[in-house]
């Protein structure tokens, strides 16, 4: 079955990265779109980036453009989030998520009903 496994969360000051990275299985890897979405303690989960997989499109929230980068090694089944710049308001659980749905529009690339399979999360927490 499918699995995504993210890896990489932990403690960080602000000002401070992280990578994040989320392995697949049990799916063609290359033929995936790729997200990751986050919540934070009380908050709707929300949309971070996407990236397709051919070509390797890719969609930022506002939140996270300039400071966030999504990236894909389709040879290791693995899709990385490199988080720099870390602020508080980032703490949350970061979930990494796949589907097959072609999105031509941003609307859709950060729509969770475009994914169809998730993993269970890592925790990211900034701290001041």
């Known amino acids: 079955q499918v699995q995504l496994v993210e890896s990489g969360g932990g403690l960080v000051q602000a000002g401070g990265s992280l990578r994040l990275s989320c392995a697949a299985s049990?799916?063609?890897?290359?033929?995936?779109?790729m997200g990751w979405f986050r919540q934070a303690p009380g908050k709707e989960r929300e949309f971070v980036a996407r990236i397709s997989y051919n070509p390797s499109i890719t969609y930022y929230a506002d939140s996270v453009k300039g400071r966030f980068t999504i990236s894909r090694d389709n040879a290791k089944n693995t899709v990385y989030l490199q988080v720099n710049s870390l602020k508080p308001e980032d703490t949350a659980i970061y979930y990494c998520?796949?589907?097959?749905?072609?999105?031509?529009?941003?609307?859709?690339?950060?729509?969770?009903?475009?994914?169809?399979?998730w993993g269970q999360g890592t925790q990211v927490t900034v701290s001041t």
């Open positions: 049990g799916l063609t890897f290359s033929t995936y779109n």
């Open positions: 998520a796949a589907g097959r749905t072609y999105c031509a529009t941003y609307e859709c690339s950060a729509n969770e009903a475009s994914f169809g399979y």
